[in-house]
């Protein structure tokens, strides 16, 4: 792979708690706003412009995505951001209820996402797609990490864990109470070692991030299309920003649907649609049901769960799948998972409780099986879709610590305070 250090903008070490945020895509509107509210000067005011403006605005109007500029610069004018033009690669590591990860951020080609070495198991959804593309071109920067997951490398790891030994440049805990570690990886000897060990990891596969990462390959395109003959190939653009970890560290959680209605079917009929689809269904109950086996749904309707089960499932279809294939659009009509506004998803450690509010009295919501690792990489390398939000990786990376330019176009976040030391 083509793995190289990056130049980027990023808070000092004293404001780095304050100023970085949750991703943008962990919270719903509301969610998104008061958490703004609580915390003003945080990145997710710039990564959500949205919540600088009244709840009825048009939240893809062109004025949003110009906020998202100015408040970035803002943060680069009181000197919240500094900008490092030293190219490094910097370690991420990230620690909570006794599980720990460590990865490595950097630039990765987008040719080698586009050609595959960089593998996918998601579609995209087309809005948020072109939030984030209008994102990039506003504020001239990728500012979130795509996650992204390599077969275990044990002389990678010896180099990591090397590199761990100095001191860090960010080391707090978050409100959740997962630490953040970040060092600057920035003697020369110390990145070319790193460089030439990504060279062998020949694949490495979107663990978190497919919109953002559609999204930077979208912003190059354009670039490259506009540059014409100008383009070389190593600007900026051509690559976007990744956090790469090794798969056996990360940990997937279940992302579980809710759909808004049951498309005008009465319990009765459900239960037999289900049925006639090959789908066991077992009796009410007011327990939660949380899947916990391969080819076993909880399903929460008409104000109570049951336990479903796919009598055939052989392992070869991830349960994302078996629920859409054989409930989500024959049953439930709904068609496009990207797409269909009546579809929505609940990912990590929510409650039942959560899932219950969401369906309510006229929707029915679904538990989910956590997908595997192994299973997202054999997906991936055999060309399968899973669809959308078929995993949820915890804990989250941070976004607002390193920030990278892609836009060479001028630019008042240029102003930002240089940062001094190449140590």
């Given at each position: 792979?083509?793995?190289?250090?990056?130049?980027?903008?990023?808070?000092?070490?004293?404001?780095?708690?304050?100023?970085?945020?949750?991703?943008?895509?962990?919270?719903?509107?509301?969610?998104?706003?008061?958490?703004?509210?609580?915390?003003?000067?945080?990145?997710?005011?710039?990564?959500?412009?949205?919540?600088?403006?009244?709840?009825?605005h048009d939240p893809h109007a062109d004025d949003v995505y110009e906020r998202a500029?100015e408040l970035l610069a803002a943060r680069v004018t009181d000197g919240t951001l500094?900008?490092?033009?030293?190219?490094?690669?910097?370690?991420?590591?990230?620690?909570?209820?006794?599980?720990?990860?460590?990865?490595?951020?950097?630039?990765?080609?987008?040719?080698?996402?586009?050609?595959?070495?960089?593998?996918?198991?998601?579609?995209?959804?087309?809005?948020?797609?072109?939030?984030?593309?209008?994102?990039?071109?506003?504020?001239?920067?990728?500012?979130?990490?795509?996650?992204?997951?390599?077969?275990?490398?044990?002389?990678?790891?010896?180099?990591?864990?090397?590199?761990?030994?100095?001191?860090?440049?960010?080391?707090?805990?978050?409100?959740?109470?997962?630490?953040?570690?970040?060092?600057?990886?920035?003697?020369?000897?110390?990145?070319?070692?790193?460089?030439?060990?990504?060279?062998?990891?020949?694949?490495?596969?979107?663990?978190?991030?497919?919109?953002?990462?559609?999204?930077?390959?979208?912003?190059?395109?354009?670039?490259?299309?506009?540059?014409?003959?100008?383009?070389?190939?190593?600007?900026?653009?051509?690559?976007?920003?990744?956090?790469?970890?090794?798969?056996?560290?990360?940990?997937?959680?279940?992302?579980?649907?809710?759909?808004?209605?049951?498309?005008?079917?009465?319990?009765?009929?459900?239960?037999?649609?289900?049925?006639?689809?090959?789908?066991?269904?077992?009796?009410?109950?007011?327990?939660?049901?949380?899947?916990?086996?391969?080819?076993?749904?909880?399903?929460?309707?008409?104000?109570?769960?049951?336990?479903?089960?796919?009598?055939?499932?052989?392992?070869?279809?991830?349960?994302?799948?078996?629920?859409?294939?054989?409930?989500?659009?024959?049953?439930?009509?709904?068609?496009?998972?990207?797409?269909?506004?009546?579809?929505?998803?609940?990912?990590?450690?929510?409650?039942?409780?959560?899932?219950?509010?969401?369906?309510?009295?006229?929707?029915?919501?679904?538990?989910?099986?956590?997908?595997?690792?192994?299973?997202?990489?054999?997906?991936?390398?055999?060309?399968?879709?899973?669809?959308?939000?078929?995993?949820?990786?915890?804990?989250?990376?941070?976004?607002g610590l390193l920030i990278r330019r892609v836009n060479h176009r001028e630019s008042?976040?240029?102003?930002?305070?240089?940062?001094?030391?190449?140590?």
């Open positions: 792979m083509h793995v190289e250090p990056i130049t980027c903008y990023r808070p000092r070490p004293e404001a780095a708690p304050e100023f970085a945020s949750p991703p943008y895509d962990v919270f719903d509107e509301h969610e998104a706003r008061d958490y703004v509210a609580r915390h003003p000067r945080s990145f997710l005011a710039i990564d959500r412009p949205e919540t600088s403006f009244p709840a009825d500029h500094l900008r490092d033009g030293t190219r490094c690669y910097y370690l991420y590591r990230l620690r909570s209820q006794g599980h720990e990860q460590t990865g490595i951020v950097a630039a990765c080609s987008v040719d080698d996402y586009n050609n595959g070495i960089v593998g996918r198991h998601e579609l995209t959804r087309e809005d948020k797609e072109t939030d984030r593309v209008r994102h990039i071109e506003a504020t001239g920067c990728q500012t979130s990490p795509v996650l992204l997951a390599y077969r275990d490398n044990p002389v990678l790891e010896v180099l990591i864990e090397a590199a761990k030994a100095a001191e860090p440049l960010y080391d707090f805990s978050d409100e959740r109470g997962v630490r953040h570690t970040i060092w600057r990886v920035a003697r020369p000897a110390a990145v070319e070692s790193l460089r030439m060990m990504l060279e062998h990891v020949d694949r490495a596969y979107i663990a978190d991030g497919h919109h953002r990462a559609a999204a930077a390959a979208h912003v190059c395109r354009d670039m490259r299309t506009g540059e014409k003959d100008h383009c070389s190939g190593n600007e900026a653009y051509n690559y976007l920003l990744c956090a790469l970890f090794p798969a056996s560290q990360l940990t997937i959680l279940p992302y579980h649907r809710v759909v808004a209605d049951v498309a005008g079917l009465s319990e009765d009929k459900l239960v037999a649609a289900l049925a006639d689809a090959g789908i066991a269904v077992g009796e009410r109950q007011d327990e939660p049901v949380l899947a916990s086996g391969p080819g076993e749904f909880g399903m929460y309707a008409f104000g109570a769960w049951r336990r479903l089960w796919v009598s055939d499932a052989d392992g070869s279809t991830s349960e994302a799948e078996l629920l859409q294939e054989r409930v989500l659009g024959p049953i439930l009509g709904i068609m496009d998972a990207r797409g269909d506004a009546r579809l929505s998803f609940v990912g990590g450690s929510s409650s039942p409780k959560e899932l219950e509010h969401r369906a309510g009295e006229k929707g029915v919501a679904f538990t989910m099986c956590a997908l595997t690792m192994g299973d997202l990489m054999r997906a991936a390398d055999e060309g399968r879709t899973l669809p959308p939000k078929s995993t949820w990786f915890e804990p989250k990376l941070l976004s008042v976040i240029d102003g930002a305070l240089p940062h001094r030391s190449d140590s």
